[in-house]
């Protein structure tokens, strides 16, 4: 009865000479560990998104928040004229990313998506390319 | 038969079989991208490579080697796989690998074979196409860089379409798909070469980057265009309607379609459709509820119960079995006025009439495969081909494959008589029957008509005055016609009949009946009379009464009863009469001055806006039911889509009268298709499941008379050039202006002249003319050609704007004078 008493101070009294590890939030921020999966992001190369509008991440995803419509540019190119992620349907699974055959979608360390509007919780592709 | 060994299991197949058919045929998949099996063996792409015991030392072609007795064939050896990768890494090395912006991908053979059979790495290296793309054509765009020179577009394009628009240019490294002088593709837009193109090098533009082939829900479905009948399959996303997709084990005509099947579905998502019911407020047609609208109808229904010759309902021959089906009983019975049609009258005369007084039956004793078993075919206008294109190429298949012998009477040249061995005789316009006369006549005169038929002597004296001469061609090429017809072992005569054809009547129909039972070429196989109905049920309407009988008024006399006050009631389901019957002005002042009128549609037509209700209805990709083709085939029609807005279907605003109205109810349409089947002798026995997906086509029991046809003489009108109306290949009726593709290539009325003609007028390709009649005057753009002969106009029906029937009148011709504007 006493050994286990004295055992489980002892584990009490080592932490009060150890590190906390409570963040102050939000005046202390986490460090992100490298593959951490926060909000997507939109890559950019040359001034445009490198998106081609292929629909692979909307056929891939478990969740189906990922909408794509593809436009035709001024060269007859492809383009995402419409991609928008509905934040309130999405897994982070990350499937999005793996599924891109041209590096155009990766996921931020951003994990702060906290809102007050349902409308608010959809990314449009502007949202989307900010963060490059 | 022959036996031969694939893979250790036996087979038994024909002798003309490949051995791709063979194995095809035992279920052992051979991956091949050159082979379609409408088109003959290519051997073009060498993936079909197999080993063959007896032919040691080399691989053979499956694809391209008849089998032989005993034949034993292995298909995935090492060598095999081995040289099939060698295969696809050689069309690899310059096809670019652009599958993330290319729209085949997930629908592409070569990204399929290069996956299964791991094509990760390419051990050679060199330069890839640059060719430029083509993207000037509205429809089709050409990537030739992604091209594998499989040749499936210029065969398919040569062979079934027989266009011809396509080429393979060049030699070796530099050989390359091309079109006539490398130039722009300028052909007849079918997408036929889009459909089987096995990569993503020819590509539909309406199509284009909207969606991929895997998030499409595909749904089997019958075209609501002409009355072939050809099946479809819906590609659908998101309640839109994207696609057509190609599927070669499909119906009759194996999944091909013309351009109005590939390309004219964007009707259905138009954003012109009708989403709200609209009732005309103080001389504004305004949105109103569906309560409102109906209450509105029924009313005005119910009180015309007690006075029912003032009630007149016109449909449109596009509605399913089960919607015209209701829509007689609720008219017929429950309002209990028989003033009900279809088009204008004469549009089907030639079955109602013609082919009952002829046949007994109120349908064409021949199908659509008896095109391809007939011996001669005899074409009445050249422009079958155009009213009903994939007959066309039907007629096309036949003659170039099983050398079928086609004969083309005609007031015009037209794409078939480019035909090989293709015969055609220009006659002046609207002397069809005289010429069936004639060549009745020649049959009896050179002694082959046929023994003991009915009403021969009544028909010896009918034709006995008829000559050549009176048909207005000449003496020589009657009796060779006439020969020919008659000594063909089974010869089938084409006749088409719609809107646009004012002379192809019951007369004609008559006519054309009397030349097949007079030479014995009907009640058999490959031959007799196929009378094409214009519309995809135009057959159907016909079966399910949706004409005048007994004293009730058709169309035409409708249309007169709301000019002279009589018909105060006029409910229209989906028809378009202000643009499609004769004389537009007397149309539209009748329908002005009908007291009340309601019209069902998709969209605001020419006569809705004339409407006091308008119902927003469904298209066909929005509801189940059936169509029954011209050859009397009853198909499936399945729903793709939900309805636009808040449109119903004409099932569901006739089944909510007829219930006000105290008339029948129904829970579904399949209840009414099982009261078709217990009421409608021809569709006895039949179940909307029982049909499948390939219909059946229900038999027709004939009682053949000859029916004498008197020929109208038509009077040439001095200076002046004699109207042919029709249709033209892009459109069907006046919807087909509501899709996109159509518009694309052909979106203006016009008028087409003899380069003779044009030059006397002083016009030239292009100029807007004045064409005047009798009846009024319209403005079109010309067209000048050598189809047309000297003397003779050309002009679709088919425009709202430089509508042709402003200046017609339902004659057999209108004599037209045309000026440059």
Redesign the interface.
């Known amino acids: 009865m006493i050994m286990p008493l004295i055992k489980g101070l002892q584990i009490t009294i080592s932490h009060m000479f150890k590190k906390p590890v409570t963040l102050q939030y939000p005046t202390e921020r986490p460090d992100v560990k490298p593959g951490f999966r926060g909000l997507h992001a939109l890559n950019v190369s040359h001034d445009k998104a490198k998106c081609?509008?292929?629909?692979?991440c909307?056929?891939v995803c478990p969740a189906k928040c990922i909408t794509v419509e593809?436009?035709?540019d001024a060269n007859?190119?492809?383009y995402a004229a419409k991609y928008e992620i509905d934040m309130l349907r999405c897994i982070f699974c990350g499937y999005c990313v793996e599924a891109c055959?041209?590096d155009a979608i990766r996921m931020t360390e951003q994990f702060e998506l906290a809102n007050y509007t349902r409308a608010d919780f959809t990314y449009t592709k502007d949202r989307l390319l900010e963060k490059k | 038969m022959v036996n031969l060994t694939i893979n250790g299991k036996q087979v038994a197949v024909e002798k003309d079989a490949t051995i791709y058919d063979a194995a095809k045929a035992c279920g052992i998949k051979i991956p091949i991208l050159c082979h379609d099996k409408k088109l003959h063996p290519f051997g073009g792409c060498r993936m079909c490579l197999v080993e063959v015991e007896q032919m040691k030392g080399r691989l053979i072609p499956a694809c391209t080697t008849p089998v032989t007795e005993g034949m034993i064939v292995q298909t995935t050896t090492d060598e095999i796989v081995k040289a099939r990768k060698l295969v696809l890494e050689l069309l690899l090395l310059k096809h670019p690998i652009d599958?993330?912006?290319c729209d085949a991908?997930g629908d592409c053979d070569l990204q399929n074979l290069t996956y299964e059979y791991k094509v990760n790495m390419n051990r050679f290296v060199d330069e890839k196409f640059n060719h430029e793309?083509d993207?000037e054509n509205p429809l089709i765009e050409r990537d030739m860089n992604r091209c594998i020179h499989c040749g499936k577009c210029a065969r398919i394009c040569d062979e079934i379409v027989s266009y011809g628009a396509y080429t393979f240019i060049n030699r070796g490294i530099e050989a390359k798909m091309g079109t006539e002088f490398d130039g722009p593709l300028n052909c007849e837009f079918c997408g036929s070469c889009v459909s089987v193109c096995p990569v993503g090098a020819l590509n539909s533009r309406p199509f284009?980057?909207?969606?991929?082939w895997?998030?499409l829900q595909k749904t089997k479905s019958v075209c609501s265009y002409c009355g072939t009948g050809c099946q479809l399959t819906l590609g659908t996303k998101d309640g839109k309607v994207l696609t057509t997709i190609y599927d070669e084990n499909q119906g009759f005509h194996n999944g091909q379609l013309c351009t109005r099947g590939r390309f004219g579905y964007q009707f259905v998502n138009s954003d012109k459709r009708l989403t709200a019911p609209l009732i005309r407020k103080n001389g504004k047609l305004q949105e109103a509820t569906w309560e409102e609208a109906l209450a509105e109808v029924t009313s005005r229904l119910a009180a015309g119960k007690s006075d029912p010759a003032s009630v007149a309902a016109l449909a449109t021959p596009r509605l399913t079995n089960e919607e015209l089906f209701l829509f007689g009983k609720l008219f017929r019975g429950t309002v209990g006025t028989d003033n009900i049609d279809h088009s204008a009258g004469y549009a089907h005369e030639a079955l109602t009439k013609g082919a009952v007084a002829s046949f007994g039956v109120a349908a064409s004793p021949a199908e659509i495969a008896d095109v391809q078993k007939s011996n001669l075919l005899l074409v009445v206008k050249s422009d079958a081909y155009e009213t009903h294109p994939v007959i066309g190429f039907e007629i096309n298949l036949g003659v170039k494959r099983k050398g079928i012998a086609l004969r083309i009477v005609s007031d015009k040249k037209g794409k078939l008589t480019r035909l090989p061995g293709a015969k055609t005789t220009v006659h002046a316009p609207g002397n069809e029957v005289a010429l069936f006369n004639a060549l009745c006549k020649s049959v009896i005169d050179q002694g082959l008509a046929v023994e003991g038929v009915a009403g021969l002597d009544a028909l010896k004296a009918a034709v006995a005055d008829a000559t050549a001469e009176k048909a207005g061609v000449s003496a020589e090429e009657i009796a060779a016609i006439a020969k020919e017809f008659a000594s063909a072992e089974k010869a089938l005569i084409i006749l088409p009949i719609g809107q646009g054809y004012p002379g192809h009547n019951a007369a004609l129909a008559n006519a054309a009946a009397n030349l097949a039972i007079l030479t014995g070429q009907v009640g058999k196989e490959g031959a007799g009379l196929l009378i094409m109905g214009e519309k995809n049920n135009s057959q159907g309407a016909v079966d399910m009464g949706i004409y005048p009988k007994g004293t009730g008024l058709n169309a035409a006399a409708i249309i007169d009863g709301c000019a002279n006050g009589n018909v105060k009631t006029l409910f229209v389901a989906g028809e378009n009469p202000v643009v499609s019957y004769p004389n537009r002005a007397k149309v539209e002042k009748a329908l002005e001055n009908v007291e009340f009128m309601v019209v069902s549609d998709l969209f605001l037509t020419e006569t809705a806006a004339l409407a006091d209700v308008v119902l927003p209805a469904c298209s066909f990709a929005e509801k189940s039911g059936t169509f029954t083709s011209l050859g009397r085939r009853v198909q499936n029609v399945r729903k793709a889509i939900p309805a636009i807005g808040l449109a119903k279907s004409d099932f569901e605003i006739l089944n909510a009268i007829s219930q006000a109205l105290g008339g029948a109810r129904y829970n579904n349409q399949g209840e009414v298709f099982t009261e078709i089947a217990a009421s409608v002798p021809a569709y006895k026995g039949l179940t909307q499941a029982g049909l499948k997906d390939e219909g059946a086509v229900y038999p027709v029991a004939l009682a053949a008379k000859l029916v004498p046809a008197a020929a109208k003489a038509a009077a040439p009108a001095a200076g002046k050039l004699a109207l042919v109306t029709g249709s033209a290949l892009y459109h069907c009726g006046t919807m087909s202006r509501f899709g996109e593709g159509p518009m694309y290539v052909c979106p203006d009325a016009y008028a087409e002249l003899n380069v003779a003609d044009a030059a006397a007028l002083k016009v030239e390709e292009g100029d807007q003319v004045t064409v005047t009649s009798g009846t009024g005057a319209v403005q079109v753009v010309a067209k000048v050609g050598k189809r047309v002969p000297q003397g003779v106009v050309f002009s679709p029906y088919h425009f709202g704007e430089g509508s042709v029937n402003t200046i017609t009148d339902g004659a057999e011709v209108t004599y037209v004078s045309v000026a440059k504007k």
């Open positions: 081609v509008a292929c629909y692979l909307p056929t593809a436009g035709e007859h190119d492809k055959p041209v | 599958c993330p912006v991908a793309i993207y284009k980057f909207k969606a991929r895997w998030a």
